[in-house]
């Protein structure tokens, strides 16, 4: 198994992790009806939504996730390659944690936008400059502008309040410009993927059906996990395997005991709620 803990993009969209995505797909994925989803090709290969249900999970495992960096770096990630959908989701999803400025006219204390032409390639509609940090800033427009702070919810609805069509995110930096409505469904999209890899990890998994980047997603969860041929339980918070141990789970137990398990060996894993989830 093609197993590594450090976030890398490259290691998202392999066909390992999609023929394990599919196989989760036929196996816990059933819609209300009992029916499975279909692939004619068992890899997926040419399934756009195996591939964005990888990169959602990729994400929760990037350490600058809610950083302006992370954002600034999948906004160049993409912009060097349009044309893929791997970086486009990975670009979208992070926007879904950022806190963002937009440019609002300045003294106005409600915040108001300021309304830009957008005029390129993708849009000519009317729409809203947004940036990543207060640097990343145009300097043609610094002075000129207020710069309130938002998330994506507060973007979209300003948006829609005062009926602009498009966003661009560090102009001029970045020539380019997005549909309000594309990021809409891809948010809401993302939200019912999130929700599917929770309840994925909280209801519990067979060992065989753990691939690279799912197995990566249990780290620093508490976890109860079945593991060997004798069916041996090990209870614990999950930290990475040692360089000289074969890919696997380090278990810190209750007891102060640290019990490895390798991947290979796990019959079932499954996370366990928090101390905020048992509260509730």
Same mark, same amino acid.
């Given at each position: 198994m093609d197993y590594e803990f450090k976030y890398d993009t490259t290691k998202v969209d392999t066909p390992e992790n999609r023929r394990g995505m599919v196989r989760l797909f036929m *196996?816990?994925?059933?819609? %209300?009806? +009992?029916?499975?989803? &279909?692939? @004619?090709?068992?890899?997926?290969?040419? $399934?756009? %939504? &195996? +591939?964005?249900? /990888?990169?959602v999970l990729a994400d929760y495992s990037d350490p600058d996730l809610e950083t302006p960096e992370g954002l600034e770096a999948a906004l160049e990630d993409w912009a060097q390659n349009t044309d893929s959908d791997t970086y486009f989701v990975a670009l979208f999803d992070h926007l879904r944690y950022a806190d963002l400025i937009y440019a609002a006219e300045a003294g106005d204390i409600t915040g108001s936008p300021v309304q830009v032409q957008m005029e390129d390639d993708d849009s000519t509609d009317d729409g809203l400059f947004i940036f990543t940090r207060l640097e990343r800033v145009w300097k043609d427009i610094a @002075? $000129?502008? $207020?710069? =309130?702070? #938002?998330?994506?919810? %507060?973007?979209?609805?300003?948006?829609?309040?005062?009926?602009? *069509? #498009?966003? #661009?995110?560090? =102009?001029?930096?970045? !020539? #380019? @410009?997005?549909?309000?409505?594309?990021?809409?469904?891809?948010? %809401?999209?993302?939200? &019912?993927?999130?929700?599917?890899? !929770? +309840?994925?990890? *909280?209801?519990?998994? !067979?060992g065989? $059906? /753990?691939? =690279?980047?799912?197995?990566?997603?249990?780290?620093?969860?508490?976890?109860?996990?079945?593991?060997?041929n004798s069916k041996r339980e090990a209870e614990g918070y999950v930290t990475p395997y040692k360089p000289w141990q074969a890919p696997g789970y380090s278990i810190e137990t209750a007891a102060g005991k640290t019990v490895y398990v390798p991947l290979d060996s796990i019959k079932f894993i499954q996370e366990l709620p928090d101390e905020d989830e048992e509260e509730e």
């Open positions: *196996k816990y994925a059933q819609s %209300e009806d +009992g029916s499975m989803p &279909v692939y @004619s090709d068992p890899e997926g290969s040419e $399934d756009t %939504e &195996v +591939g964005i249900y /990888l990169r @002075s $000129d502008c $207020d710069f =309130p702070h #938002a998330d994506i919810d %507060e973007i979209i609805r300003i948006c829609d309040a005062f009926g602009f *069509k #498009a966003f #661009a995110i560090n =102009p001029p930096d970045i !020539d #380019a @410009s997005f549909d309000i409505d594309n990021l809409r469904r891809c948010i %809401e999209e993302y939200y &019912v993927i999130d929700e599917f890899w !929770d +309840g994925t990890r *909280k209801m519990g998994l !067979d065989e $059906d /753990l691939f =690279p980047l799912l197995a990566q997603d249990f780290l620093y969860r508490n976890v109860y996990c079945v593991y060997g």
